[in-house]
């Protein structure tokens, strides 16, 4: 019983700090994960004294807001660097700057050496991000932490007229015998960079959000550049509103030493937020590809600018580029002669992602024949001025994973196969009385879901009503002043968009739930179907579940797949003499199908009875 006893009272005064305290190395950890997990360390830390003891032992990166505390609480908080102390294992540190950057100054200054070498990566954020770091903080800073190995400084450096702070910031940066990664949210700190640094930097990222009158230029950061031997990874990135020209970019691409590079992305380029990703191998570029995450908009002309003469023309450039890889582009028109026509000739392969039509056909085509087959088509011609899009390559968002096309480059010219991956018939040009009759049918179809808000208007009576159109309009406004009573409305139908071509009208309902009265109004007032109600129905009303310009592209993409549809006699127009046609006869097929529909009837409202 004694015994009992002894540990039934040595187990009352285990507290739970005791147990956490024993806990194996292992064991804490896999707390710590769980804890981080749940996002639950900021309460568990905050619980007891034992847990934040666990949470600050573990904890490897700390961020510390100081623009909060007063001059009184900043001193205390960090004397003797405790909070360095308590966290052993920490190696990351972010620090909040307010208005005086002073304050940068107190969290390492009583700080143990021995923990200061331990941090090996800084980022410091000033509260106002044009408020300047005097150098000579910057040198108590590093000073203190030699063990860095990444630096971020998203403050800019002291202005030119402060000359000593200048030389202190830039002999501050040269005390960081292991830094190889440095992120400056300020281009000013380039010229600043000593030799010494700019040496063994591998990684660089530079964001300059200042006007082009206050930045420095491309040569001078050139300079700097090209001091940088090591350099594997380059960013640049300046503001949007005034962006480096392609001659900006070539001198970039021509200063950085190439034994080690690896990646180099400059932003923005050209026009607005062009995006410029390059890639190397063997001390030449050997991808090179410029996106726009902000604007669907790239001229071609611009597009032409940027790589006849940043890419072209560079030293970068050797006998052949592997890969030029273009997001998008826009068909505004080809410069003659055309800056990039060359570079072209020396790519191994084009990668377009969407080319957008311009104002005719011609200069579609002329891209295609420079960049390959897209593997998006977007244009407005024919669909009421929306941009709608046909997928020439990849899998479309209908399609089960598996069933997409045969992989390859999108600037391939071979082809015979449409985004299905199938072998296709001879390409073909559709009439525009084709497109609209596939269309219709289409517009017929049944189809799940609540629908839209057309009505499409087919048989003998609206037939012979379109060749009477004030008949016509007078039998519309009585099926839309029929319905409206229904629905309680003033107006049921409010557009019509007629169909000759393919005997119907399209009645575009004042709301989706309104179409089905908009339907059965024409029924009941087409007549009676004859002889006592069998027979051909004079009128075929049928809520339709697409949109109008959906069908015209469900149509063209059909086109471009191979699909069999039914034909027009005649009007479906003439297929291409021989077997399957290549990618670009088949794209050129494609485009002239769509510039046909610039003649399509556009829907007209309907007047008031």
């Known amino acids: 019983m004694a015994d009992t006893s002894q540990q039934l009272g040595c187990a009352a005064s285990c507290s739970f700090g005791d147990v956490l305290r024993i806990l194996p190395s292992a064991a804490r950890a896999t707390l710590w994960q769980e804890l981080k997990s749940s996002s639950c360390v900021k309460s568990a830390r905050s619980s007891c004294r034992a847990l934040r003891e666990l949470v600050d032992g573990q904890t490897s990166s700390v961020g510390i807001p100081l623009k909060d505390l007063s001059p009184a609480e900043l001193v205390a908080a960090f004397h003797e660097g405790l909070w360095l102390v308590r966290r052993p294992n920490c190696t990351q540190v972010t620090l909040f700057s307010g208005p005086d950057a002073s304050a940068l100054l107190v969290p390492f200054a009583t700080a143990p050496a021995a923990f200061c070498r331990a941090i090996t990566e800084l980022s410091v954020y000033c509260d106002e991000w044009d408020n300047p770091i005097p150098g000579g903080v910057l040198l108590g800073l590093t000073s203190r932490l030699p063990g860095l190995t990444s630096l971020e400084l998203s403050s800019p450096p002291p202005a030119p007229d402060c000359a000593l702070e200048r030389q202190l910031a830039s002999y501050a940066l040269s005390l960081l015998p292991n830094v190889a990664n440095l992120t400056l949210n300020d281009c000013h700190y380039v010229p600043l960079l000593p030799a010494s640094l700019a040496a063994r930097l591998t990684q660089l990222s530079v964001f300059a959000h200042e006007m082009l009158e206050t930045r420095p230029t491309a040569a ?45 992305e400059v932003h923005s380029v050209g026009e607005e937020s062009n995006q410029l990703c390059c890639t190397y191998a063997g ?14 908009d790239l001229p071609y002309t611009v597009l032409s600018s940027i790589l006849g003469t940043a890419v072209r023309r560079s030293s970068a450039m050797g006998p052949r580029l592997r890969l030029l890889k273009i997001g998008f582009v826009e068909a505004d028109g080809i410069p003659d002669p055309d800056p990039a026509a060359e570079l072209y000739t020396r790519c191994g392969s084009i990668e377009l992602g969407d080319l957008i039509g311009g104002e005719d056909m011609d200069t579609i085509l002329s891209l295609v024949e420079r960049l390959g087959v897209p593997e998006r088509l977007r244009w407005n011609v024919g669909i009421d001025d929306y941009y709608e899009v046909v997928r020439l390559k990849g899998q479309r968002p209908s ?28 390409a073909r040009v559709l009439s525009l009385p084709a497109v609209i009759e596939r269309a219709v049918e289409r517009m017929v179809k049944p189809t799940t879901g609540p629908g839209g808000d057309l009505v499409v208007l087919r048989g003998p009576l609206v037939r012979s009503l379109i060749a009477a159109p004030r008949a016509l309009q007078g039998w519309l406004q009585e099926v839309s002043a029929s319905a409206a009573a229904t629905l309680g409305l003033s107006e049921a139908i409010v557009t019509v968009r007629m169909l000759p071509s393919a005997g119907t009208v399209l009645a575009q309902a004042a709301m989706a739930a309104g179409a089905g009265a908009v339907a059965e109004a024409a029924r009941l007032l087409g007549g009676a179907a004859p002889e006592g109600g069998t027979g051909v129905a004079m009128v075929e009303a049928t809520h339709s579940g697409l949109r109008w310009r959906t069908a015209v592209v469900q149509v063209l993409q059909a086109l471009w797949d191979g699909e069999a549809e039914g034909d027009s006699g005649g009007a479906a127009g003439q297929a291409a003499p021989g077997g399957p046609s290549s990618e670009v006869e088949r794209l050129r097929c494609l485009v002239e199908t769509w510039q046909g529909l610039r003649d399509m009837p556009k829907a007209v409202g309907l007047p008031a009875a």
Do not use: Y
């Open 399 to 426: 399609e089960p994973a598996g069933v997409g096309p045969s992989s390859g480059s999108a600037g391939s010219r071979g082809g015979g196969q449409g985004s299905s991956g199938r072998a296709l018939p001879a």
């Open 283 to 296: 001390g030449f570029l050997d991808t090179v590809e410029i996106t726009n995450e902000i604007s669907p």
């Open 220 to 264: 001078e950061l050139a300079t700097v550049l090209s001091k940088m031997t090591a350099l594997r990874e380059l960013h640049v990135s300046v503001a949007w509103q005034c962006p480096f020209g392609p001659e900006d970019v070539r001198q970039l691409l021509d200063a950085v030493p190439r034994t080690s590079l690896r990646t180099l």
